[in-house]
């Protein structure tokens, strides 16, 4: 099959499943997939159609605007066509959206050089609102963009749209309805109570409420609404508009001259603006703006997927007009998606410090949330097996803020047959070793690990994941010891162990590939400097299974408590943590019995002790932290965090938490006190549920903080 016949049977296999979504999502009004995906399959079949014109049909998805109108509402005509923007997601992008429309004025004899409006894009349920007489007569939903769906007594139940203008005239407006993200929670949490389907976002919950035939129901969801356009206006006469902004008259005769104006024209008839919008001169300054609200946009009760751009002069956009179905004038600029497809090429497995072999799938590259992802992590076999992902397949991919991308879903109507099932390897990829999963023993409850482990104990692979593990940033913070550096280091021999590090002296480093005299000064300074380290930094570094960051700083806060002395050197760590059992571990809030467990058999390790004494002749000092004399107002209560947090980073909130005496644990248990749920929470989650943990929001969490802060 050629390049082009391939072309055609990814291309008919898109327009199909396209066609499925938009049906699902503009027609029975539920959705499937979120609008990044959506996006991402558009923007696939576009680029297929792009680079092979021949594929393009008259009723391929990339030539339409939307779909039907519902058959149980009534059907109306629009007086105007409601036009689709097109997409830039990128500042490239944008550069060659403003070169085509400035070789387009230029052809008709016109070197101005255009001025942009930047808008918010509202992600909302578009609206189309009629005015007679300055009287609200219809309203209506954009349907196909030709015909709507009259909604006009669901559409008066919101408050923020005017029943009768400021000004008698005749008037079409366009904007968007939406529902606040807390009123949007407050609404799943009842669905979710009665055994409905939640609403995967405020966009789907303002579109399901309009769509009630009931009024009540739509006036008890609380929309909201931005109106940003004018499709029509028709004074009855030259009229004198008192600007309550402005304190000042002025007299509409029709359009205002520019976009900019129009939107102050909305405001003084009485619609809600938004009033987050710009004038730019350029596209620098567009970028500012895009740039500026970007990482903003999780942080506002409505939704925002990027920033719509207008020409800001009415002149120049009547001049350019439009294309079939979008205005050549206008464009929307996309934020960085969080969910977009791409193609699993390969699946291999690597092997991590514990000896954890984890397979990872290789991604045809694609830019999600602002980096090119080629790999994404597959977690374990169950996974694989739960998702039925295979070599080849199509899959929905996500990234979140700092999590690492993973395959979410597998769009296993793209399958063309030729897919390959994935096996997990009965040997270790590295060394050849034996490889089986563990048995865990909880209490009464036996079970098997979800991973499989490499259990040969000179594992080449795992050594080198634990010295990397060990000179990272949160360990011992070695600067200039990469990745590439541990394995040449292996390779040569120089180490074998975390210890063999503090003993490498420049002439070891110079003859190696990579180095010069000033390199390898670089690299002995930089080792010499991290010999002193925090205990909580130390402790972590030593990869001991199930002692993260989290479960590090609880250790270093307590142990005293636990060792009954006091803990000032490596040698006292060396003579004491050996004597603590299990039971003493799990006197430590937030520890777990897996963490006590891991705890207990490292410091019972001959050889890991062996390891410490010689870290201590070679002059690594631990520091333990002071202990504060004053109880902190969170002493002794111990979070769990889960999920993402909209307006702090992980660290900030834990610091916020330990400032004040308080604890993080990194799993939940029943001595969990509280856990603090963000978007798009985890199994810690579920878990806490079942134990029924006393569960915070955000808004929750801080002002408890700030209660006692104050």
């Known amino acids: 099959m050629n390049e082009l016949e391939k072309a055609r049977v990814r291309a008919e296999k898109l327009r199909k499943e396209i066609d499925r979504y938009r049906y699902a999502y503009h027609v029975l009004d539920k959705p499937e997939i979120s609008d990044e995906v959506y996006d991402s399959l558009m923007r696939e079949l576009r680029q297929l159609e792009e680079k092979f014109p021949e594929l393009k049909t008259p009723d391929s998805p990339s030539q339409r605007i939307g779909g039907k109108p519902l058959e149980k509402f009534e059907k109306v005509r629009h007086a105007h066509k409601q036009w689709s923007l097109d997409d830039a997601f990128s500042f490239e992008e944008l550069v060659k959206w403003q070169e085509k429309i400035i070789r387009m004025l230029e052809k008709k004899g016109i070197h101005e050089k255009p001025q942009y409006c930047c808008e918010l894009k509202i992600d909302g349920l578009k609206i189309i609102l009629t005015y007679k007489n300055g009287l609200l007569v219809q309203a209506a939903t954009r349907g196909d963009g030709i015909t709507g769906e009259n909604v006009t007594k669901q559409i008066k139940t919101i408050q923020s749209i005017p029943l009768r203008l400021n000004i008698d005239l005749d008037l079409i407006a366009v904007g968007e309805a939406w529902m606040k993200q807390s009123d949007l929670e407050a609404l799943n949490k009842e669905r979710q109570a009665k055994g409905l389907p939640i609403f995967a976002n405020s966009r789907n919950a303002a579109a399901g409420s309009i769509r009630q035939l009931d009024p ?49 024209l909305l405001e003084e008839l009485g619609f809600k603006v938004n009033f987050n919008y710009t004038l730019c001169k350029n596209l620098d300054e567009v970028e500012s703006f895009f740039k500026k609200w970007e990482p903003k946009r999780n942080k506002q009760e409505y939704a925002i997927d990027g920033v719509v751009i207008k020409i800001n002069s009415k002149r120049l956009q009547d001049i350019l007009g439009y294309t079939g179905k979008s205005p050549r004038w206008a464009i929307a600029y996309k934020f960085n998606p969080e969910k977009v497809i791409t193609i699993v090429e390969d699946i291999t497995v690597q092997v991590g410090r514990t000896g954890a072999l984890t397979p990872v799938a290789h991604l045809k590259p694609v830019r999600v949330a602002g980096s090119v992802i080629s790999r994404a992590t597959l977690h374990n076999e169950d996974e694989i097996k739960r998702l039925d992902i295979r070599i080849g397949d199509t899959v929905v991919i996500q990234k979140a803020g700092d999590v690492i991308p993973e395959v979410v879903e597998v769009l296993k109507n793209l399958r063309t047959g030729k897919e390959k099932i994935f096996h997990m390897p009965s040997t270790c990829p590295m060394c050849g070793g034996p490889v089986k999963r563990e048995n865990i023993n909880v209490g009464k409850r036996k079970s098997q690990s979800a991973n499989y482990y490499c259990i040969n104990k000179n594992c080449f692979a795992v050594e080198r994941q634990r010295i990397i593990h060990f000179v990272s940033k949160k360990g011992f913070n070695i600067e200039g010891m990469g990745e590439k550096i541990v394995e040449q280091l292996l390779n040569k021999g120089l180490i074998s162990r975390p210890a063999d590090i503090f003993e490498l002296k420049k002439g070891d480093l110079e003859p190696l590939e990579r180095f010069a005299e000033k390199s390898a000064q670089n690299l002995t300074e930089a080792i010499e400097k991290a010999k002193k380290i925090e205990f909580s930094k130390f402790l972590f570094a030593l990869g001991i299974r199930y002692v993260g960051e989290e479960t590090s700083v609880l250790v270093a806060q307590n142990i005293g408590k636990v060792t009954n002395k006091k803990m000032d050197s490596l040698g006292k760590v060396i003579e004491y943590f050996p004597l603590i059992e299990v039971d003493d571990w799990l006197k430590i809030k937030g520890i777990g019995e897996k963490a006590a467990q891991s705890l207990h058999l490292w410091f019972a390790s001959k050889s890991n002790l062996a390891m410490l004494r010689k870290m201590t002749d070679l002059g690594v000092e631990v520091i333990f932290p002071k202990l504060k004399a004053e109880a902190g107002y969170l002493r002794g209560i111990t979070f769990v965090l889960t999920g993402e947090l909209e307006t702090l980073t992980r660290d900030e909130a834990k610091d916020m938490i330990r400032k004040l005496g308080g604890d993080v644990s990194s799993s939940a248990s029943a001595k969990t006190d509280y856990v603090v749920v963000g978007k798009n929470p985890g199994s810690k989650f579920e878990k806490a549920k079942k134990l029924g943990v006393k569960m915070l929001n955000e808004k929750q969490f801080k002002n408890m903080l700030r209660k006692k802060i104050e």
Request: hydrophobic letters at 35%; glycine letters at 2%.
């Open 216 to 264: 009540k129901i739509t006036a008890s969801r609380r929309l909201d609404s931005f109106i940003y356009d004018i499709d029509e206006i028709k004074p009855k006469k030259q009229i004198s508009l008192f600007s309550d902004l402005k304190k000042s008259k002025r007299v509409i005769k029709g359009f205002p001259d520019t976009q900019i104006e129009e939107l102050h």
